[in-house]
């Protein structure tokens, strides 16, 4: 049964909710997570975390299993339009500052389900999935109503909560319902979107690879032992579906596969994602707060994305627990975007630095 009251609801379970759930779970505050999905969202879309984020990966529980999922990269490479080398940016495979390898590669949706199962060990969390949030209302302070529908039977569902954190990605409904607006950082490109799965050996230099071709840029990387991603930016008259097939795929990738035959290719998925840079003009109202994609949004070219939002959660979530528990005065609350808002904003503006070149 769902609870009338919970101290904090959660509205998305991706990557930043999560993470925001465990760290209140283990300041013992206990959490009810809402999510629109049934699971793990199945596409792959963040493919890489640093070594800070590792360090709060393993905060959470779970080092030793991101590592069995995970590679370390060597780092990255802008390479000209003959792939001819411009700049390299070196990360150590061993452990860094943090303990951890500085840059590390993985299958989101792998991550996901980790993050899931380490969670369910955490008894005052209670996650619900095919919960679609429609409402959130702040009634008084430390009131908030979050109205959601069950996407399977339809049926209507209210909880209230002292706080509401929204997870939500770019589209958020709990960013809605505080008025908050995205501020636009004037970058918006589309790209097309390759995984492929290989048991044969690509002999390529073990990081990213940044192609810096003013006609076509392009990336490649590898995710795993036989999993390998490519990101080309389409040209104005192109979809996903002019590459729906290796043959069709061929020429773009041919400079890494070389003469790998395609049935020694798996062609895993081809998808059109648009690249954009926003950051959000507020990101709390009284007590409902954004974090993640609900807060910002970066250009993939640093692999700053989905970390971005795991520290909005470690920032957040001790700061909330010690208002919840009356440890802290409720001003801490007001140094979370003091906090976060310029630091995402600096790596947006490197993302694009990068993403111009």
């Known amino acids: ?74 780092g990255l490479r802008l390479l000209d339009q003959d792939l001819r080398v411009l700049a390299q940016f070196d990360r150590d495979t061993a452990e860094s500052i943090h303990g951890f390898p500085q840059a590390n590669m993985f299958d989101q949706p792998e991550l996901e389900a980790l993050l899931r199962d380490n969670l369910e060990k955490r008894t005052c969390v209670q996650l619900r999935g095919n919960a679609e949030v429609t409402d959130v209302t702040q009634l008084e302070p430390g009131h908030v109503r979050v109205r959601y529908t069950d996407r399977v039977t339809g049926a209507a569902h ?55 071709n003013p006609v076509r840029a392009a990336t490649y990387m ?20 002019d590459f729906g097939t290796l043959p069709a795929l061929r020429a773009l990738i041919a400079p890494w596969v070389n003469d790998i035959a395609d049935d020694e290719l798996e062609l895993l998925r081809v998808t059109e994602y648009t690249f954009r840079a926003q950051i959000a003009d507020k990101w709390r109202d009284r007590d409902v707060f954004l974090l993640g994609d609900a807060a910002h949004l970066t250009p993939p070219f640093i692999g700053q994305g989905m970390g971005a939002g795991l520290r909005d959660a470690a920032n957040l979530a001790w700061k909330l627990a010690g208002v919840i528990t009356g440890d802290l005065s409720p001003s801490v609350l007001q140094t979370y975007e ?3 808002k310029p630091h995402a904003r600096a790596m947006i503006a490197l993302a694009l630095a990068i993403g111009r070149a």
Not at 228 to 240: D, H, I, K, P
């Open 222 to 241: 590898r995710i795993g032992p036989t999993r390998y991603r490519w990101e080309f930016r389409l040209l104005a008259q192109e979809t996903s579906e």
């Open 158 to 212: 209210v909880v209230e909560t002292a706080y509401v954190l929204g997870c939500d990605g770019a589209n958020s409904v709990v960013r809605a319902s505080i008025g908050a607006a995205m501020e636009d950082l004037k970058f918006e490109q589309r790209w097309l979107v390759v995984d492929v799965g290989s048991a044969a050996e690509l002999n390529q230099w073990d990081g990213v690879h940044q192609v810096c």
């Open 1 to 74: 049964m769902t609870p009338e009251f919970v101290p904090v609801v959660i509205v998305g379970a991706g990557p930043t909710g999560v993470t925001a759930a465990t760290l209140l779970a283990d300041y013992g505050i206990s959490c009810l997570v809402l999510d629109r999905w049934e699971s793990v969202y199945p596409q792959p879309r963040a493919v890489h975390l640093d070594d800070e984020i590792n360090r709060l990966v393993a905060r959470l529980g779970v080092a030793d299993e991101f590592a069995a999922i995970s590679r370390p990269a060597l």
């Open 338 to 340: 003091q906090e976060r």
